[in-house]
């Protein structure tokens, strides 16, 4: 897609016969067939004006900036023209791929030129296309990890300063044309990618399917009855049996008598009772009124007082004044 931009024709004007290095024009005004050159070479651009020109231009372009240029004057007009501009004073700023436009008075015409000799990250433009490819993509990930709601966009934004890097490094080692639909092209893709693995590995997204399934129960009004504790996971301590044998000599008695006082016996404990619990694998819980927000994770290998089952969600005390939401699915009842 990037080097399928149509590139910058040669226009030749009253057939001028232009050369860029003894080349015609029409043979190197294609990205797939540049003038190859060193930095220790000399563009030089000739020609004939058919009418007479007053003054050959030769310029190199970098997208739309000018690295360099110059200008040779002829007075009075002469057919034949030459204009020469030597490299070794470019090759600092930028290497790579240039757009190199020669015109006269009433002749035209653009090519391309693959500037080499010197390493692409030395440059100026090397330097900068390195640096904000590597800030963008620090930013990205970095908006990744943080697990925020913002992770989406901050990756996206990260991505054009990507772009805009890679396009830099793409130009510099002659294999990418720096223009607006390069550039454009380069910050979407980064951005796009930005945003997929954001999409994928933020936690918070997923968090937020999982509500849309089971929504989360109002806040309780009531006051709280329990106070959490987290202990190390022993066997919980079992209830003694109240069902005592009768003594086979105990006399019987007297018609009238009371009998021996009976305990009742206990009723099974309801689903909202305060009950322990434990959880198999790391576990979010999700504040009592702010149910997007996570603040605390049960642990496998302890034991959690569970104050009340609603919903589908279990109210969990999580830690000393820590209680929260746990979806029921995740946690294990006593027993």
């Known amino acids: 897609m990037l080097l399928g931009v149509a590139p910058a024709h040669a226009q030749d004007v009253s057939d001028c016969g232009v050369l860029f290095n003894g080349i015609e024009a029409d043979r190197i005004d294609s990205l797939n067939s540049p003038l190859e050159l060193g930095t220790d070479d000399t563009l030089i651009f ?23 240029s110059n200008a040779t004057p002829y007075a009075p007009p002469e057919r034949d023209f ?18 190199v436009e020669g015109t006269t008075d009433n002749c ?13 990250l030395a440059t100026l433009a090397g330097l900068v296309g390195m640096g904000l490819a590597f800030g963008g993509a620090t930013g990205q990930l970095g908006a990744i990890a943080s697990r925020r709601r913002w992770a989406r966009s901050a990756a996206a934004l990260g991505g054009i300063a990507t772009g805009v890097g890679l396009t830099l490094v793409g130009q510099e080692f002659g294999r990418l044309q720096l223009s607006y639909p390069s550039l454009a092209g380069m910050s979407v893709g980064a951005g796009g990618v930005g945003v997929i693995l954001a999409s994928v590995l933020n936690p918070t997204i997923r968090d937020k399917r999982r509500k849309e399934v089971a929504p989360l129960p109002a806040a309780p009004t009531e006051p709280k009855t329990a106070v959490g504790h987290r202990i190390e996971p022993t066997e919980p301590a079992v209830a003694p049996d109240r069902h005592l044998a009768r003594d086979d000599s105990e006399t019987e008695t007297s018609p009238g008598a009371p009998g021996p006082a009976t305990e009742p016996l206990p009723q099974p404990a309801s689903v909202d009772a305060p009950h322990w619990c434990y959880v198999m694998a790391p576990t979010d819980v999700f504040d009592l009124t702010d149910h997007t927000r996570t603040i605390a994770v049960l642990e496998p290998g302890n034991w959690y007082l569970a104050n009340r089952v609603l919903g589908g969600w279990v109210q969990v005390v999580a830690a000393e004044g820590v209680v929260g939401w746990v979806a029921e699915g995740a946690v294990h009842r006593q027993g």
């Open 46 to 68: 000739t020609g004939t004006d058919p009418i007479g020109t007053r003054t050959a231009r030769l310029r190199l372009l970098l997208g739309p900036i000018t690295i360099e």
């Open 82 to 99: 030459v204009a020469a501009l030597p490299l070794d004073d470019s090759s600092p700023y930028a290497v790579g791929l240039f757009r």
């Open 108 to 120: 035209s015409s653009a090519v391309w030129v693959r500037l080499s000799g010197r390493f692409p």
